[in-house]
């Protein structure tokens, strides 16, 4: 054997003695953690199917509720909707519930659509954005169905410059002020929005509609 293929062989030697003792030191904790990879990708892709299996099929829920609703089956779709307020998934019960309460306010049943969009409204674990929007729609049903005060108590703060449910909270306002015979409050109302920029095209038109009829009827002092 010549030097070099002994030294080869000596090297060779060496390796595998320290890939052993490497292994027999780190071998066991190496295939722990090896373990607990698969485990926990196992679990991760688990859990993402459960958790879409159950988004999938509360959202199934809501489309199926809000078809009953669409064909004017109200009773049933009520019933479906509270169903899913119970055991949804998600963001869902909360639509579940906003939704139960537009469907009563369509099948006349206006009180029970003002008290569940005032429950969710006064609901500190909702988002303040849809507690907002729970006191718009409120409001917008009160101003065929209530009184001035009423509608105020709901939305006077939604009409602040800064916030971005003013054009409709200042239009529901201005129209029940204007059906109290508050003129000279709907008029600044309507004002308001037609000199907004950022008030939609329709909403703006209307406000500016509202302020002429108002103008032209002489109550506008």
């Known amino acids: 054997m010549s030097d070099d293929s002994f030294i080869r062989e000596v090297n060779e030697e060496m390796r595998r003695e320290q890939a052993q003792k490497l292994w027999d030191r780190f071998g066991p904790a190496m295939l722990g953690i090896a373990i607990l990879i698969v485990l926990g990708t196992a679990a991760v892709v688990g859990y993402r199917y459960w958790d879409e299996s159950r988004a999938n099929r509360s959202g199934d829920a809501f489309s199926a509720a809000l078809k009953l609703a669409n064909d004017g089956k109200n009773d049933e779709a009520i019933a479906a909707l509270d169903q899913l307020e119970k055991d949804g998934y998600g963001a869902y019960p909360l639509l579940a519930r906003m939704r139960a309460a537009t ?29 907002d929007i729970a006191r718009l729609r409120a409001a ?15 939305i006077e703060a939604l009409t602040a410059d800064t916030n971005p449910l003013r054009h409709s ?37 209307r406000a500016q509609l509202m302020s002429e009829l108002i103008r032209g009827s002489g109550n506008a002092s």
Request: no cysteine; aromatic share 4%.
């Open 103 to 131: 469907v009563k306010a369509d099948k006349g049943d206006v009180d029970g659509a003002v008290k569940d969009f005032d429950e969710v409204a006064a609901d500190n674990a909702i988002p303040g954005g849809i507690r």
């Open 140 to 154: 917008l049903l009160l101003v065929d169905h209530g009184s001035y005060a009423d509608v105020s108590s709901r």
């Open 169 to 205: 909270a200042r239009e529901a306002l201005g129209l029940a002020a204007w059906k109290d015979g508050k003129s000279a409050d709907a008029l600044k109302l309507f004002d308001q929005i037609s000199s907004d920029e950022g008030a939609p095209r329709n909403v703006r038109q």
